[in-house]
């Protein structure tokens, strides 16, 4: 139990330095016109929403500017957390990490803990258990923009139950064998994913294993020779560019079956908190991780029989078209989706990958071509103004045999992702409250 464990603020815990507790820049010293493309990058809330860190998709801003922002510089060990707009994200800056330097954006807060008396780990798991966060979230102004009443105030009055350092480790460790583990599968699927995305451009956009062979080329690297045996030896102009010789150029929309989605009612309890996966925009993974599992509603058989929803395979590409067009997921598990997405499945012979790699290929072109006076808004009639070559079937199979092994390495790896993470949340607040005790054998010796 956490008898004995001292009650401390996070300010009694936080180094004896100035800007051990910093809130990011306020105001106009930091705006969006002083953002670049390169150069130190600048931490958001999408930096601590996905794990600890997420070391990517910054903005960022020149040296110089950054220079003038040193107090709001994040060092490795630096707890972070955002305090206006999706509260309740929590990260920890990492040893190893991509760039030199990081400054905090104008949303996010910083503690620089003392380790002698609190690890950053430790809190970093504090803030995140039910008991963190209940903390934050009573004291969120409910005016505007979410965010923390006194935020800074706030964190430094924050009191939690600190046990000897010696156990903090103890416990932190075991949490952290989990999010190792989920963060190493998220690597490997960024991988994956690479691999898989890069053989269809490959084929289907450079079209680089019918050049080769028009270069006399016998074989093409990942390519069965029966799938090169099939290829033409030219490429001819047509609408979009040169294509294969012979290969049909066809309207995006007839390589698909599109699929609507819907909303049960609200206010009928009877359609909602079942046992189908609703899928909404928000449940979509990150990019690399493709597959979705499950999703944060779910509705009722007679939730799907009394709406426009329908439940759609697994395989199955969910694409958002309205607000943010689109984002993509791979269904994982039989799930129902709501109206603002498509979801699309492969016709007259076309498999999952393609379609999902092809509509992901064509994001960019499906969101210039959106309209809509108060959303962005994707309709049926904006697949088929887009124009695609269909490749002969035999090839179509050819690169669903290849990347299918790439896919459901993937998906397995969300699958025990989704198992560690659930087993993280039991273990979390029994440990960080000391109710359920780590066993002092297993601590090693330099931590006591």
């Known amino acids: 139990m956490s008898d004995g464990w001292a009650l401390k603020t996070i300010a009694e815990c936080a180094l004896d330095e100035p800007y051990a507790t910093q809130i990011g820049p306020f105001g106009k010293a930091l705006m969006a016109e002083q953002y670049t493309s390169s150069g130190v990058p600048v931490l958001r809330g999408v930096n601590v929403n996905r794990g600890r860190f997420h070391d990517d998709d910054f903005v960022f801003i020149s040296e110089s500017t950054a220079d003038a922002l040193s107090k709001f510089e994040s060092f490795p060990g630096d707890v972070l957390l955002v305090h206006k707009g999706t509260l ?44 963190g966060q209940d903390y934050l ?6 005016v505007g923009v979410p965010q923390l009443q006194r935020p800074l105030t706030t964190l430094r009055e924050a009191q939690l139950r600190v046990p000897p350092v010696h156990v903090q480790s103890a416990i932190t460790s075991r949490l952290e064998v989990l999010d190792d583990t989920i963060e190493l599968n998220q690597r490997m699927n960024h991988n994956l994913e690479r691999l898989a995305r890069l053989i269809f451009e490959a084929w289907f956009v450079d079209f680089a294993p019918v050049r080769a062979k028009a270069e006399g080329a016998t074989s093409f ?41 819907g909303t049960p009612k609200r206010d009928i309890a009877a359609y909602w908190n079942g046992s189908v996966p ?45 607000g943010t067009v689109g984002r993509l997921a791979l269904i994982g598990t039989p799930m129902a989706i709501n109206q603002s997405c498509y979801g699309a499945q492969g016709a007259d012979g076309v498999g999952d990958y ?11 072109e499906l969101r210039r071509h959106t309209h809509g006076s108060v959303f962005d808004t994707i309709t049926r009639a904006t697949f088929d103004s887009l124009q695609r070559v269909r490749p002969p079937q035999e090839l179509l199979q050819a690169f669903e045999d290849t990347v299918a092994p790439y896919m459901l390495a993937l998906r397995n790896n969300c699958l025990q992702s989704k198992t560690l993470g659930a087993l993280r949340d039991i273990l979390l607040p029994e440990l960080i409250s000391g109710a359920m005790r780590v066993p002092e054998t297993g601590v090693a010796d330099g931590d006591q």
């Open 137 to 142: 979230f009573s004291r969120v102004s409910q």
């Open 354 to 364: 393609f379609v999902y790699f092809s509509l992901q290929h064509a994001a960019a």
């Open 88 to 131: 309740g994200q929590i990260g920890l800056m990492p040893s190893k990490r991509r760039h030199q330097r990081y400054i905090m954006g104008n949303s996010m807060l910083r503690v620089r803990c003392d380790p002698s008396v609190l690890l950053p780990e430790f809190l970093y798991y504090w803030l995140s258990s039910p008991q």
């Open 278 to 322: 609703w899928f909404s925009v928000r449940d979509a993974p990150a990019d690399s991780d493709v597959w979705v599992i499950d999703t944060a509603e779910r509705i009722t058989d007679d939730g799907v029989r009394n709406s426009a929803a329908k439940v759609l395979p697994p395989g199955t590409t969910v694409i958002s078209a309205r």
């Open 221 to 261: 690297p990942g390519m069965s020779s029966d799938a090169f045996e099939s290829l033409p030896t030219e490429l001819v102009d047509a609408q979009i560019g040169p294509v294969p010789a012979g290969w049909d150029l066809v309207p995006l929309s007839a390589l698909l079956m599109l699929h609507g989605g």
